[in-house]
C-alpha cells in the first residue's frame, strides 16, 4: 500500500456536461466533478500531482482531442496513468461501449464519440506500473468486461503492470445524476470518501478502499453497486491521505472491536468487514502481532472476508492466522487446529477443491493425534476431507472415506445419530457417482 507518486504520474480527467445532440440532456454536476476531483489529486497531501500532469477536457466536441491528449500522457508516465470519463455512455447495435462527447451525434455513434477499445488500447501502450480507468456513465460496466474479454497477450501485459477499473454502473445499468446535486452520484461518491476519509480505514485511502466504500454507500441508498476488476497489486495504490484517521491507542482496541464484532452479528456484514480491514492491521502495530486481540482481530476478519463472500481472501487471512497461532500456540493446538479448518474450508469454497482435500488431509491426522479420532472436531475434519475428495473429482476415494466415516460415527456416536446416517448418505451419494453397485 502506497500513495501514487505524483511527479512520476498522469491524470486526464474527460468530462462532457453539455450535448448538441438533442436526445442527450445536459448533466451540468460533470463540471463540479472535474474541478473537485482535479483539487484532490493536486492538493498538497495527496498525490499532488504537478498542475501539468493533470489534464483537464471540459465539454471536448472532437474525439481527435482526446486521443490527442491520452496519446501524450500515456507515452511520458512511469507511476501511475488514471483516465477518469463522466458524461453519458451508450452502445452500439453490437454492444461496444462508446463514450459521448459534447459533439457526438447518437444516429452516427460509430463516427462522432470515443470508442471505448481506443481507451483501451492507449492505456496498453502506456509504461505507467498501475493503470488507473474510472468511469462514471451509463453503461460503464461494459468497460469490465471489454477489459476481461481482450486477447490473452494484452491481459497478460495488463496483469504484469496493474490496472484498475472502477465504473459507476453495472454492464445494463444507466448511471445516475439526482437534479440539482453538485455532483453525479457516484462521483460526488468517490469525492467525498477521496476529501473527508473514513475512520474505518487506514493511513492511506487505496483504490479498494474506494471501491468498497462506494460500493457500500450506494447499495444502502438502493442504488446500484460500482463494477470493477483489477490485476496485480494495483487495487493497494492510494490516491489520498485518510483525513479521518488517527493512531489507535492500546485502550481502544477492545471497544472498537466489540463494535466490529456487534456489527457482523447484527447483520451489517460489509459494515464490520470495512472496520476490520482498518482494525487488524493496525493491532499489529499497537499491540503486536502475538497479543490475543490481535489474533481475534485477524481471526474476525478473515471471517467477515468470507463471509461477505471473498473466499479467496478469507483463506489466506486463515492462512496467516495459523502461522501466527503454530508459532504462538504450537500446530496442534486447539486454535491452530479450528483456524487451519477454517483455512481449508474457504480454499475449497473458492473453487480450490483440491487443495482444500490436501488440507484436510494433513489437519485430520493431526486433530485425531492431538483431540483423539473420536472427537468432533476430528471426525469434522475426516467429513471435510471426504467431501472435498468427491467434489474434486475422485468419487470413489469420497466413497471410501465416507464409508470408514460412517463406521467411526457409528462407534462414538451411535447408527441412529443423525451424523453417522448423513455420513452413510454421502457415502451412497458419492459411490453412485463412482458407478459403483
Same mark, same amino acid.
Given at each position: ?29 460533470? %463540471? ?9 489529486? =493536486? ?78 488500447? =492507449? ?61 453525479? *452520484? ?17 493511513? *492511506? ?8 466504500? =462506494? ?80 489474533? *481475534? ?27 501466527? *497461532? ?14 487451519? %479448518? ?96
Amino acid at each position: 500500500m502506497r500513495l501514487a507518486s505524483g511527479s512520476n504520474s498522469h491524470a486526464v480527467l474527460i468530462g462532457c456536461g453539455s450535448y448538441e445532440d438533442d436526445e442527450l440532456p445536459p448533466l451540468p454536476a460533470v %463540471h463540479n466533478n472535474l474541478d473537485d476531483l482535479r483539487s484532490l489529486l =493536486t492538493g498538497p497531501g495527496n498525490c499532488a500531482l504537478p498542475e501539468a500532469r493533470c489534464t483537464v477536457l471540459r465539454d471536448v466536441k472532437e474525439p481527435q482531442r482526446v486521443g490527442e491528449a491520452l496519446s501524450r500522457a500515456a507515452s511520458a508516465v512511469e507511476d501511475m496513468f488514471l483516465v477518469y470519463f463522466a458524461g453519458h455512455g451508450a452502445l452500439d447495435d453490437r454492444g461496444l461501449l462508446h463514450l459521448l462527447l459534447t459533439g457526438s451525434d447518437t444516429k452516427l455513434l460509430g463516427w462522432s464519440s470515443l470508442r471505448f477499445d481506443l481507451i483501451r488500447e =492507449t492505456m496498453a501502450s502506456a509504461p505507467a506500473r498501475n493503470r488507473v480507468l474510472l468511469l462514471d456513465c451509463c453503461f460503464s460496466g461494459r468497460a469490465i468486461e471489454a477489459m476481461g474479454d481482450t486477447a490473452s497477450l494484452y491481459f497478460g501485459q495488463l496483469e504484469i503492470a496493474g490496472t484498475f477499473v472502477l465504473a459507476s454502473a453495472p454492464a445494463n445499468a444507466p448511471a445516475r445524476a439526482p437534479l440539482g446535486d453538485r455532483h453525479t *452520484l457516484f462521483t460526488g461518491e468517490l469525492i467525498r470518501f477521496l476529501r473527508d476519509g473514513s475512520a474505518a480505514e487506514r493511513e *492511506l485511502l487505496t483504490l479498494e478502499a474506494v471501491y468498497r466504500h =462506494t460500493s457500500r454507500v450506494l447499495a444502502a441508498k438502493g442504488e446500484p453497486r460500482p463494477q470493477r476488476c483489477g490485476t496485480g497489486t494495483s487495487d493497494q495504490l492510494a490516491l489520498a491521505v485518510n483525513a479521518a484517521f488517527r493512531p489507535l491507542t492500546p485502550a481502544e482496541v477492545p471497544e472498537r472491536l466489540r463494535r466490529a464484532l456487534a456489527s457482523a452479528e447484527a447483520g451489517d456484514l460489509a459494515g464490520a468487514l470495512t472496520v476490520l480491514r482498518g482494525l487488524a492491521p493496525q493491532c499489529d502495530h499497537v499491540l503486536g502481532q502475538r497479543h490475543e486481540l490481535t489474533l *481475534l482481530a485477524h481471526r474476525a476478519l478473515a471471517h467477515a472476508e468470507g463471509e461477505n463472500g471473498h473466499a479467496a481472501e478469507a483463506a489466506q487471512g486463515y492462512a496467516r492466522l495459523v502461522e501466527r *497461532l503454530a508459532v504462538e500456540r504450537g500446530p496442534t493446538h486447539p486454535d491452530t487446529l479450528q483456524a487451519r %479448518h477454517e483455512r481449508a474450508r474457504w480454499c475449497g469454497i473458492g473453487g480450490d477443491a483440491a487443495s482444500a482435500a490436501d488440507l484436510f488431509a494433513e489437519l485430520s491426522v493431526d486433530a485425531s493425534g492431538a483431540l483423539g479420532p473420536g472427537d468432533v472436531r476430528s471426525l469434522s475434519c475426516r467429513w471435510q476431507y471426504a467431501h472435498w475428495l468427491g467434489v474434486s473429482g475422485h468419487p470413489d476415494r469420497a466413497a471410501a472415506a465416507f464409508a470408514e466415516l460412517a463406521e467411526s460415527y457409528g462407534s462414538a456416536l451411535g447408527e441412529r445419530h443423525d451424523d453417522t446416517r448423513a455420513a452413510r448418505r454421502n457415502h451412497a451419494h458419492w459411490r453412485d457417482c463412482a458407478g459403483r453397485p
